[in-house]
């Protein structure tokens, strides 16, 4: 996804599955890895950095809906869905993965 910053949360400005059409357009598409080599070093510098002066809490601002329609669009998933499109419950199969992976709750 491509983010853009603004004064209060960071906007999604384009959806990489923007044009999926397919269950194979779910599949083809690289979820990241969750065990990826240096996914959290800038988390790990970050908090013995401050450890000692601030609070850290983990924060995951992301449901399952909400990523399934940052990757597509919110107009598109939610008119796919309706229209029950096969390529949704691929989508949803995903990225309900991503956090059994990651070994979320």
Excluded at 20 to 49: H, L, M
Excluded at 73 to 86: I, L, R, T
Aim: charged share 30%; with cysteine.
């Amino acid at each position: 996804m491509q983010m853009k910053p603004t004064n209060l949360y960071v906007e999604v400005v384009k959806c990489p599955l923007a044009s999926a059409q397919g269950v194979e357009d779910i599949e083809a598409y690289p979820f990241p890895d969750a065990y990826a080599k240096g996914r959290f070093e800038k988390a790990k510098r970050d908090i013995s950095r401050y450890r000692s002066s601030h609070y850290i809490i983990g924060d995951c601002e992301l449901s399952i809906f909400e990523l399934a329609w940052h990757l597509t669009g919110m107009e598109k998933y939610m008119v796919d869905f309706a229209m029950e499109e096969p390529y949704i419950e691929a989508l949803n199969d995903r990225v309900e993965a991503v956090p059994r992976q990651q070994n979320f709750p």
